[in-house]
T-cell receptor
Framework: GAVVSQHPSRVICKSGTSVKIECRSL??????MFWYRQFPKKSLMLMAT?????????EQGVEKDKFLINHASLTLSTLTVTSAHPEDSSFYIC???????????????FGNGTRLTVT | EDKVVQSPLSLVVHEGDTVTLNCSYE??????LLWYKQEKKAPTFLFML????IEKKSGRLSSILDKKELFSILNITATQTGDSAVYLC?????????FGAGTRLTVKP
C-alpha cells in the first residue's frame, strides 16, 4: 500500500519552456504532499508543502512564481517549473502523507523522482 | 519490478541499546544506496554507499553495503532518545530513486 507515482521520470527541455511534474497517490488519499529537490551530496531540500484544496506553503528561498504547485485533488499534486533555466536542472521528488498521518508519526511515501535537464 | 524493502517496520529499544536496521533491494541499474533520517517533513541525509564492504561511519551511526546479497544495514550504537525517528533507505538507479517504507525507531529513556 501507499504507492506514490511520479511522472515523468525524466524530462529534457529547452531553456525558457515550462515543465509539469505530476505526483499521484495510487491507493490512498494524500492530504499532504511535499516537493523536494535533490542537491549534490544527496541532501533533499524541501521546496514546498501542499495540502489539498489550499495554497502551497513554500520554504524560504523558493520562488513560488517559478515553482508552481497545485494540489487540486486528494490524489494529485503537480509541480510546474516555469521558464526553466539550466540551473533548474536537478532531481525533483515528491512525497505524500495520507489521512491521519503526520510526518511525526508516519513514514513519508515517496515517488520515484523526476530528473529534469534544461538545455 | 524494482523494490526496496526495509525491516523491521518498527522497533522500540531503550537508551544505550544498539540497533541494526535492514534494507534489501532489487533495483536495475543500481548507482547508490542512501540512508536518511526523517525529521519532520524533510529527510536528513546520513550516508551514501556505492561500494560493497566499505563501512561508512558518523559518530554512533555506521552503515555498510553488500552488493552481492543486495542489502545494507544501518547500525546505531548507544542509542539516545534523540535517535527516535523514521529511518529511510533509498536506492538510486540511473533514472530514478526508490524509497523503502521506512523503519520507525523509538528509543525509550
Amino acid at each position: 500500500g501507499a504507492v506514490v507515482s511520479q511522472h515523468p521520470s525524466r524530462v529534457i527541455c529547452k531553456s525558457g519552456t515550462s515543465v509539469k511534474i505530476e505526483c499521484r497517490s495510487l491507493d490512498f488519499q494524500a492530504t499532504t504532499m511535499f516537493w523536494y529537490r535533490q542537491f549534490p551530496k544527496k541532501s533533499l531540500m524541501l521546496m514546498a508543502t501542499s495540502n489539498e484544496g489550499s495554497k502551497a506553503t513554500y520554504e524560504q528561498g523558493v520562488e513560488k512564481d517559478k515553482f508552481l504547485i497545485n494540489h487540486a485533488s486528494l490524489t494529485l499534486s503537480t509541480l510546474t517549473v516555469t521558464s526553466a533555466h539550466p540551473e533548474d536542472s536537478s532531481f525533483y521528488i515528491c512525497s505524500a502523507l495520507g489521512q491521519g498521518e503526520t510526518s511525526d508519526n508516519s513514514p513519508l511515501h515517496f515517488g520515484n523522482g523526476t530528473r529534469l535537464t534544461v538545455t | 519490478e524494482d523494490k526496496v524493502v526495509q525491516s523491521p517496520l518498527s522497533l522500540v529499544v531503550h537508551e544505550g541499546d544498539t540497533v541494526t536496521l535492514n534494507c534489501s533491494y532489487e533495483v536495475t541499474n543500481f548507482r547508490s544506496l542512501l540512508w536518511y533520517k526523517q525529521e519532520k517533513k524533510a529527510p536528513t541525509f546520513l550516508f551514501m554507499l556505492t561500494s560493497s564492504g566499505i563501512e561508512k561511519k558518523s559518530g554512533r551511526l555506521s552503515s555498510i553495503l553488500d552488493k552481492k546479497e543486495l542489502f545494507s544495514i544501518l547500525n546505531i550504537t548507544a542509542t539516545q532518545t534523540g535517535d527516535s525517528a523514521v529511518y529511510l533507505c533509498a536506492v538510486e538507479a540511473w533514472y530514478d530513486m526508490r524509497f523503502g517504507a521506512g523503519t520507525r525507531l523509538t528509543v525509550k529513556p
